[in-house]
């Protein structure tokens, strides 16, 4: 069992909660680790020490003295962009490069196009990934290559906006991806950099960033990455939940009451992501005679007040509404928030919300968060960073 896959319970005061409480400044020494842990001394010095070895945590002085022996301050180590990022998208991709805390070193957007292929678009982006890490001052030049030693680079998460085999990183059964079925994407990674490479969801890294950026706290969580396609991540007690095959949260064909019933790519009919997509809307406004070539002509329209563009957004966002009100009903999470590019548009957010609390029990809406993420555009590659910080904490 991972740390990703263990119960919230045995992880207090695993060695990843203890790394992220240095990182967050809820804890500056062993002493406080063993505080909040619950853990005796002994077996937080003997994480922290292993913690250490690996590079992960740094001793960074003596703090103040209660009555006694100073103690040694803890830190994460900040001094070197030492996780790659990559958080693809149909249109663009953001690249980072972060430390061991989740900090943003370096990040930069690029133009994409999802139908050159797998081999042409990853390829690009890894040569970019260590270009920012390379230019990093305090990274040493490691842009590929592994180890432990600080400013060295330690693995590299990637999100795909479409269905991931976690267990494999395999590409499975993508609507809007020629030519990407089947590909494993963590093999051909894996021949290009010589660290760990982990391969997911987009809506998943969205989910597990925005979770660890804003509410860390809580433990029952739904994030819905809605723009040109929807999709959403999970947070059940803590962790992200991806179920059986990975494929928990994808609420983009789940069906929904529409007429007509416009046609997915998955070949059904009346999909939530035909119906209120990014690039639904796109057609829906095409169809109305409305000239508008893409989903930032849409959101220009709905910020001018265009009636069309409105009214689609509004049914738009009953029709996420009706979705996620059987979601609140079923897994009582504590927070729905939404990100993306649609997440801005306020009829489609307020029409969703209305939907919510007039589909679900009131027992599951009483103390419901409803907002958007608020981590801004870095929210993705901070959760693939996050992925690889887990996964490096695990094999410490």
């Known amino acids: 069992m991972t740390i990703d896959d263990a119960p919230r319970d045995a992880l207090r005061g695993g060695p990843r909660e203890l790394l992220r409480w240095v990182a967050t400044g809820a804890a500056v020494s062993r002493a406080d680790l063993s505080r909040l842990s619950g853990l005796s001394p002994s077996t937080v010095s003997q994480r922290v020490e292993a913690l250490i070895s690996q590079g992960l945590l740094e001793e960074a002085g003596a703090g103040r003295s209660r009555g006694g022996r100073r103690p040694r301050q803890l830190a994460v180590p900040t001094g070197g962009a030492v996780v790659g990022a990559i958080d693809l998208g149909a249109h663009h991709a953001r690249v980072g490069a972060l430390d061991l805390s989740g900090r943003v070193v370096q990040a930069r957007t690029l133009p994409v196009r999802i139908e050159d292929g797998p081999e042409a678009v990853l390829g690009a982006l890894l040569a970019e990934v260590a270009t920012l890490v390379g230019s990093d001052p305090a990274a040493g030049g490691g842009a590929v290559a592994g180890g432990s030693a600080p400013g060295a680079l330690r693995g590299v998460g990637i999100g795909i906006p479409g269905p991931v085999q976690h267990s494999t990183g395999r590409i499975v059964s993508p609507s809007?991806?020629?030519?990407?079925?089947?590909?494993?994407?963590?093999?051909?990674?894996?021949?290009?950099?010589?660290?760990?490479?982990?391969?997911?969801?987009?809506?998943?890294?969205?989910?597990?960033?925005?979770?660890?950026?804003?509410?860390?706290?809580?433990?029952?969580?739904?994030?819905?990455?809605?723009?040109?396609?929807?999709?959403?991540?999970?947070?059940?007690?803590?962790?992200l939940h991806r179920g059986a095959q990975g494929s928990a949260g994808d609420i983009s064909h789940c069906r929904v009451v529409a007429d007509p019933a416009p046609p997915c790519t998955c070949g059904n009919a009346g999909c939530l992501e035909a119906v209120a997509s990014g690039a639904a809307l796109v057609t829906a406004l095409r169809e109305q005679g409305v000239p508008v070539s893409d989903l930032t002509g849409v959101i220009r329209l709905i910020d001018d007040g265009d009636r069309q563009a409105t009214a689609l957004a509004r049914q738009a966002g009953r029709a996420v509404g009706e979705i996620l009100a059987v979601v609140v009903n079923f897994f009582n999470p504590q927070?729905?928030?939404?990100?993306?590019?649609?997440?801005?548009?306020?009829?489609?957010?307020?029409?969703?919300?209305?939907?919510?609390?007039e589909r679900?029990?009131?027992?599951?809406?009483?103390?419901?968060?409803?907002?958007?993420?608020?981590?801004?555009?870095?929210?993705g590659i901070t959760g693939a960073a996050h992925l690889v910080i887990d996964h490096v904490v695990a094999a410490a």
């Open 176 to 239: 809007r991806m020629p030519g990407w079925n089947g590909f494993d994407v963590a093999a051909f990674c894996a021949g290009r950099v010589d660290v760990p490479v982990i391969v997911d969801n987009d809506a998943n890294l969205m989910a597990l960033g925005a979770h660890r950026t804003a509410h860390p706290e809580l433990d029952h969580a739904v994030y819905i990455k809605a723009g040109t396609g929807i999709g959403s991540g999970v947070i059940s007690s803590g962790r």
């Open 360 to 379: 679900c029990l009131p027992l599951a809406t009483q103390t419901l968060l409803i907002e958007r993420v608020a981590a801004g555009q870095d929210v």
């Open 335 to 357: 927070v729905v928030a939404i990100g993306g590019r649609l997440a801005d548009c306020e009829p489609l957010l307020a029409s969703m919300r209305a939907t919510l609390y």
